[in-house]
């Protein structure tokens, strides 16, 4: 990747955090779980700016779209900044978010432009991108469906079995992407949970790939892979908590809780 193009991705993650932090604050900070938000904001920045995700964002629901599936809904607040950048929906709508009778909650809703899940419950996304892929073969559609899950998350038996499923119905059009920051709720994994996880789902015949969730370089180099076979995609993408603001690097504090005033103030200083 040239410098143009890496800088180009640089600041845009530098103005998605700043804008993720400013939404938070806005709302008081409820349901922004800023930890897991901050740990794939260079992942999405990646896929949408680069247009690695074919979509029309002025046609939402245009037949040929990628889809995007978002399993950690509580990501939401990145992905609303990126779909009103893109166009999706006017930006004036952001203003209203955490405000009573807002459209843009807490959680993705498929009535939001950009949106192709109702998100809440964990485990349930890559099966739903399992049936999107297999209706896409029997109707000899070509686009692919990204799922974005978070490392935590792969505790659900309902992954796994979704994951067993992708493979034997060869669903190729199928990316998992596996946001690895080491810190659910409760639980801390250690420095080798990318290699068991990629072993994983090795043995389910997937093709994986790890990447470092914050190199631009390394994520061009895996999503423009071209596999020569029927299985589908895991890309383990490590990742930091909190990435891009100090006292939230790597704190688990930071999964749910909500900021004071005066940590809003730092946060955002970083961001001067």
Same mark, same amino acid.
């Given at each position: 990747?040239?410098?143009?193009?890496?800088?180009?991705?640089?600041?845009?993650?530098?103005?998605?955090?700043?804008?993720?932090?400013?939404?938070?604050?806005?709302?008081?900070?409820?349901?922004?779980?800023?930890?897991?938000?901050?740990?794939?904001?260079?992942?999405?920045?990646?896929?949408?700016?680069?247009?690695?995700?074919?979509?029309?964002?002025?046609?939402?629901?245009?037949?040929?779209?990628?889809?995007?599936?978002?399993?950690?809904?509580?990501?939401?607040?990145?992905?609303?900044?990126?779909?009103?950048?893109?166009?999706?929906?006017?930006?004036?709508?952001?203003?209203?978010?955490?405000?009573?009778?807002?459209?843009?909650?807490?959680?993705?809703?498929?009535?939001?432009?950009?949106?192709?899940?109702?998100?809440?419950?964990?485990?349930?996304?890559?099966?739903?991108? $399992?049936?999107?892929?297999?209706?896409?073969?029997?109707?000899?559609?070509?686009?692919?469906?990204?799922?974005?899950?978070?490392?935590?998350?792969?505790?659900?038996?309902?992954?796994?079995?979704?994951?067993?499923?992708?493979?034997?119905?060869?669903?190729?059009?199928?990316?998992?992407?596996?946001?690895?920051?080491?810190?659910?709720?409760?639980?801390?994994?250690?420095?080798?949970?990318?290699?068991?996880?990629?072993?994983?789902?090795?043995?389910?015949?997937?093709?994986?790939?790890? $990447?470092?969730?914050?190199?631009?370089?390394?994520?061009?180099? $895996?999503?423009?892979?071209?596999?020569?076979?029927?299985?589908?995609?895991?890309?383990?993408?490590?990742?930091?908590?909190?990435?891009?603001?100090?006292?939230?690097?790597?704190? $688990?504090?930071?999964?749910?809780?909500?900021?004071?005033?005066?940590?809003?103030?730092?946060?955002?200083?970083?961001?001067?």
């Amino acid at each position: 990747m040239n410098t143009k193009k890496r800088n180009f991705f640089k600041k845009k993650s530098f103005w998605l955090r700043k804008s993720i932090l400013m939404s938070a604050k806005q709302s008081g900070g409820r349901g922004s779980h800023l930890g897991g938000t901050m740990s794939c904001v260079d992942i999405l920045n990646y896929l949408y700016f680069d247009k690695i995700i074919k979509f029309n964002s002025k046609k939402p629901k245009w037949p040929m779209r990628d889809r995007v599936l978002i399993g950690k809904g509580h990501a939401h607040l990145a992905l609303y900044h990126i779909w009103s950048s893109l166009g999706f929906f006017n930006k004036k709508k952001i203003s209203e978010y955490g405000k009573n009778g807002a459209s843009l909650g807490v959680q993705l809703d498929i009535s939001t432009p950009g949106s192709e899940y109702n998100t809440g419950s964990l485990g349930h996304v890559i099966g739903i991108g $399992v049936g999107i892929g297999l209706k896409s073969k029997i109707d000899k559609n070509k686009f692919k469906i990204y799922c974005l899950v978070g490392d935590g998350e792969c505790e659900s038996g309902s992954i796994w079995e979704s994951v067993l499923s992708a493979s034997r119905l060869k669903i190729n059009n199928l990316v998992v992407i596996v946001d690895m920051n080491r810190l659910s709720e409760f639980q801390i994994l250690d420095s080798k949970s990318d290699l068991e996880l990629k072993k994983k789902f090795k043995s389910y015949n997937w093709n994986v790939e790890i $990447v470092n969730g914050h190199s631009f370089d390394d994520m061009e180099k $895996v999503f423009k892979k071209k596999y020569h076979n029927n299985f589908p995609t895991a890309i383990i993408a490590n990742t930091i908590k909190g990435k891009g603001v100090s006292f939230m690097e790597n704190n $688990v504090d930071w999964h749910h809780k909500a900021p004071n005033p005066q940590e809003f103030r730092k946060a955002l200083s970083e961001y001067e």
